[in-house]
Structure formats: structure tokens, C-alpha cells
């Protein structure tokens, strides 16, 4: 049975991910500002709201969607979660007593950045609509030029929170473009779509399939799950929070606070197993094996499941469901090969032609290949793209003057909260604009202070769990890990304290 369905797995079906564009050419007249900040997610709102509480309030927030909440905005798929404590992913300063659950699902996280946005003035600031299309230093002027689809601006500082889990990666399988029915990306989920009685396959069993497959399970006729490596999935421990729970909080702030101390430092001791002694995880794959056996009878099911890969390697997700899922009579999972797809099909390298109504493609992001750091051109024409793999601690990169980049290379975290990395990145940027700002000279990284640095990173993650032999998104197409920090949050938090401006050449 064919069914219409978008035909393009990456167009914006959900009314919030569709720019609010103004008319092309609206403006010729570049609007000035000393900031400009790009993107409206968790990083690029920490960062107006930290020039803020500092006294700048000359800038401009550039964001291509309609709305606030980047990741939390675009990933609407049924079951989308965060995977870290809901008293350890917010902002420092801006705790939320009331969290529903304590694992925070993305309607509240998406409420959460809108209401922060809104009590810190943030609209007046923002742009929406305009997606930056070319950003490019002017060595004359000392000034980078940016253009989006609705205007352009010139800027001293231009501080790019584009995130890291944003362009949605499909895959290359022959035909896909023939499919006839519903094809979608989990990041642009198209809700017009109804799962009862359909035919569908979720490709790919990342962190964001593992949180589908349950939602939809109950509803569809038929669900086929395409796995190209077997994920470990370990109990969640998810839980509503209670309403004396949250009074406490609201009425003793420090008890939450100690709350976000326990997880941060229980979730710290994790590192310890990833980047340290990878040895120590072994316990966790008992804990995993338990789970995954309790949960699945069939023996060739479970040999399926189990993971030929050291535990950490690739992300570890959580989910109480996930397994019993797979395990329900309406659901086959699938690990061979695709190698086609037909316009009501999947194929797989044994030849075995899977009927389904509907794709969805949990494939995941362009991580270390965004197409927008192609975009950014610093001295010389060096893109961002070209140049990435020199960033100095994930925030700043030779011969890109006055730029900053939140969530840049090896920012990213397996153990723990991203905000933890986010925030330790707005301590270094409002310090080294602080110590920038007086005179008019420009900024740029010491090349051999970067290459030191990332000679250092590249030297101990290959002794990491992540190096330890599998293939991940973390790695990049030459086998480079320029995805994770690798140690611990609170190391990275001390690296970050201060813009050494020794680091720098500065005029
Ligand atoms: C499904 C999912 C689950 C996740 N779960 C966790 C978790 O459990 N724990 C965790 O720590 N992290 C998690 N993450 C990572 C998450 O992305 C970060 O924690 C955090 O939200 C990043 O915020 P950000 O502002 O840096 O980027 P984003 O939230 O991605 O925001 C970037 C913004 O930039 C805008 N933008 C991009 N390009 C342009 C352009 N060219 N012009 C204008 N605007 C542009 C985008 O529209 C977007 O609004 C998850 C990510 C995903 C996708």
C-alpha cells in the first residue's frame, strides 16, 4: 500500500521548525551590532543572556527556525527525552523547581528555554527566520560580515551556538528518493502522520530509535527495526517528581542544588570508566546483560542484541521499554545489511524484501561535517569546515578573529550534561571579551597553542573506551575523535576559567 507522505525525509512537516522568513532583500543596510550571536538553542541563549547579566546589550541573535529551543524545538518525535537528570540539565542559574519528571522530556525542555528566553528579555534580541547563509571576516574593517536569508549584519564578535546535533544525516541507499509512502527523518517529524495500523521501519537504533520504537509499537500494525550495530541500553531510572519534592526546592533551593551535586559528581565518577580505566565499565555490562536477558527469551534475539563492542564506546541509552519492545510479536528486528530501498520496500543484503508504508530514519546528525561551518570564512578563505579540527578547547581557532563557537570540537560530553560544557564555554567567552573589548584590536588563537592542545587530545583518546575499536558518529571520516572532551567536566571547567591571553595574539 502506497501512502502520501512528504516527499522530502528532511522537510520541516512541524509549523514550529518552519522559518518565519522576511521578504528577501528586505533590508540592504547591514544592521551593526558589536555581538552577534547564531542560534537560539541552550547555547546561543546562555550566551545573550551571560553578555547581559556582564552590561553588553549591543547584540543581535540570529536563528533560522521560528521559535526558540534549538535540539528541543526540532526533535519532536514521540518519546524524545534528554537522558540526563533534569537538575543537572538546566542552567546553573536558572533552576526549575518544578520539573515533571526527573529526566525531563523535550515539551518541558522545550517550555523550560522559552520561558527562560522570556524572563531574561531575550525577544528583542532575537532574529527569527534568518538562517546564516555566509559569515566572513573583514580583515580591513576588523569587523566580520554575516549574511542570512533575511539581512545582514556586521559584527566585532560573532559567537556561533549552531550546535552539534542539528543537520540531519541520511543515509546513502540506492532508491531512497523512489519511496512511495512516508519517509522522515526523527528529526523533523511529521505529525500529521498516524501510526495505527501501519507498516514501518525505523532505521538505525541510536538514541533517538530507542525512544521511538516503544512510543509507536503499541500503535502500528507491523514495526521492523533495522540495526547496524546493537546499542547497550541499561535500565532508565526516570521517575515523576513528586509534589513535596518540588515544594522542597522551591521552599530550601539548597536541597536542589545538593541534588545537582550528587548527579554531577555520580555521573563524574563515570568518566573515570570512560577515559581512565575502561575496565572498570564491566560492572555496567553485567548490569546491561540482566537487563537485556530479562527482557528477551529468544536466544538468536539476544545474540542479535548484544553488542560486539566494549560498553561506552558508543553512546550507552537508557530506556525501560526498548527491549520488551523489540520483543513484542508486531516487531522484527532486522540486522542485516540495507541495500536498497523500492517504493514499498526495504531490501536487505540477504535478499529478504521488507513491505512497509512508512520510513523513519533515526540515522542521526552531520556531527564533525555541518554544513553550515562551511559557511564561516575566516583569514585566507579558510573555512571553518577546513579548519575545525584546530579548535583550541572547543571555543576559539586560529585565523578566525573575534570568533567564538559554542559546543565546537571535542565539547561534547558521553557521561553527563552538556550545559556542564556549554557553561564552562560562556565563563572563557565573556572573559575574553572582557579583556578585548577596551582597545579595537582583534583576537585570534596562537596556532601552536592549538596544535599543542590538540596533539594533547588526540594522544589520550585513542586510550579512551572510544578508541577502543568501534565505529561511532564520534569519529570523523579519517577515524578522528573530534567529537568528545576527553576527561572529566570539572577539568574542562578549570582549562576554560580564564582567557589567557598569552594564548592570543591580540591586535
Ligand atoms: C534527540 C537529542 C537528544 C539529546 N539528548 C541529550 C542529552 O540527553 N544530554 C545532553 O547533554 N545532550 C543531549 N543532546 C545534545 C543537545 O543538542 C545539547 O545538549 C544542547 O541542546 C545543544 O544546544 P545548542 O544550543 O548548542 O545547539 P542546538 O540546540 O542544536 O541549537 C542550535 C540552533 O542553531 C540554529 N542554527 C543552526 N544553523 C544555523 C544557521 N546557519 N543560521 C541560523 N541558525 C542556525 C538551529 O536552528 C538551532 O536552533 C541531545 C541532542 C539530540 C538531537
Known amino acids: 500500500m502506497a501512502v502520501a507522505g512528504p516527499p522530502d525525509p528532511l522537510s520541516p512537516a512541524d509549523p514550529p521548525h518552519r522559518p518565519e522568513q522576511a521578504e528577501p532583500g528586505q533590508t540592504d543596510q547591514p544592521e551593526q551590532v558589536t555581538f552577534l550571536i547564531v542560534g537560539a538553542g541552550f547555547s546561543g541563549l546562555g550566551a545573550a543572556i551571560r553578555l547581559k547579566q556582564v552590561g553588553y546589550t549591543d547584540m543581535a541573535i540570529v536563528e533560522r527556525a521560528g521559535d526558540v529551543g534549538g535540539t528541543w524545538r526540532d526533535n519532536t518525535y514521540p518519546g524524545c527525552r534528554c537522558d540526563v537528570q533534569s537538575n543537572l540539565y538546566s542552567y546553573s542559574f536558572e533552576p526549575k523547581a518544578d520539573w515533571r519528571e526527573s529526566f525531563p522530556s523535550q515539551p518541558e525542555l522545550w517550555a523550560y528555554l522559552r520561558s527562560v528566553a522570556s524572563k531574561h528579555g531575550l525577544q528583542r534580541y532575537l532574529r527569527f527566520g534568518h538562517e546564516v547563509t555566509a559569515a566572513r571576516w573583514d580583515a580591513d574593517s576588523c569587523r566580520w560580515r554575516v549574511s542570512t536569508t533575511a539581512g545582514s549584519f556586521t559584527a566585532r564578535y560573532v559567537i556561533a551556538a549552531v550546535g552539534a546535533l542539528v543537520e540531519p544525516s541520511l543515509p546513502d541507499i540506492p532508491g531512497i528518493e523512489s519511496f512511495a509512502g512516508t519517509i522522515m527523518h526523527s528529526a523533523r517529524w511529521d505529525h500529521g502522520w498516524e501510526a495505527a495500523g501501519r507498516r514501518v521501519a525505523v532505521v538505525g537504533t541510536g538514541a533517538s530509535a530507542i525512544q521511538i520504537v516503544p512510543s509507536i509499537q503499541p500503535e502500528v500494525e507491523h514495526l521492523t527495526v533495522f540495526q547496524r550495530t546493537a546499542p547497550f541500553v541499561v535500565p532508565h531510572t526516570n521517575h515523576p517528581v513528586s509534589p513535596q519534592v518540588s515544594g522542597l526546592y522551591r521552599v530550601l533551593p539548597a536541597s536542589q542544588r545538593a541534588s545537582r551535586f550528587a548527579i554531577y559528581w555520580m555521573r563524574e565518577l563515570l568518566a573515570f570508566g570512560f577515559v581512565k580505566n575502561p575496565k572498570l565499565l564491566k560492572r555496567a555490562e553485567l548490569a546491561w546483560r540482566k537487563h537485556m536477558e530479562s527482557a528477551i527469551a529468544d536466544p538468536v534475539m539476544r545474540a542479535q542484541l548484544t553488542p560486539a563492542y566494549d560498553l561506552g564506546c558508543k553512546r550507552v541509552l537508557p530506556s ?188
Request: with cysteine; aromatic share 12%; hydrophobic share 40%.
Open 320 to 507: 525501560n521499554d526498548y527491549y520488551p519492545a523489540i520483543a513484542r510479536d508486531n516487531v522484527s528486528l532486522v540486522a542485516e545489511k540495507i541495500i536498497e530501498i523500492r517504493p514499498d520496500a526495504v531490501v536487505t543484503a540477504d535478499g529478504a524484501e521488507h513491505l512497509v508504508d512508512t520510513v523513519i530514519l533515526a540515522t542521526g546528525f552531520h556531527v564533525t561535517d555541518n554544513p553550515t561551518f562551511g559557511k564561516i570564512t575566516g583569514k585566507n578563505d579558510q573555512t571553518l569546515a577546513s579548519a575545525f579540527g584546530s579548535t583550541y578547547l572547543g571555543t576559539v581557532l586560529p585565523g578566525f578573529p573575534n570568533y567564538f563557537q559554542l559546543t565546537g570540537a571535542n565539547t561534547g560530553l558521553g557521561h553527563s550534561s552538556m550545559l556542564l560544557m556549554i557553561e564552562s564555554q560562556l565563563n572563557y567567552i565573556a572573559d575574553g571579551i572582557a579583556k578585548t573589548l577596551a582597545g579595537d584590536a582583534p583576537f585570534e588563537v596562537r596556532a601552536e597553542v592549538a596544535a599543542g592542545y590538540n596533539a594533547e587530545l588526540q594522544r589520550k583518546l585513542p586510550r579512551t573506551v572510544w578508541g577502543s575499536g568501534c565505529s561511532s558518529w564520534y569519529l570523523d571520516s579519517e577515524g578522528r575523535n573530534l567529537t568528545l572532551w576527553p576527561g572529566f567536566t570539572f577539568d574542562f571547567r578549570r582549562r576554560t576559567r580564564e582567557f589567557r591571553t598569552s594564548d592570543f595574539t591580540i591586535g
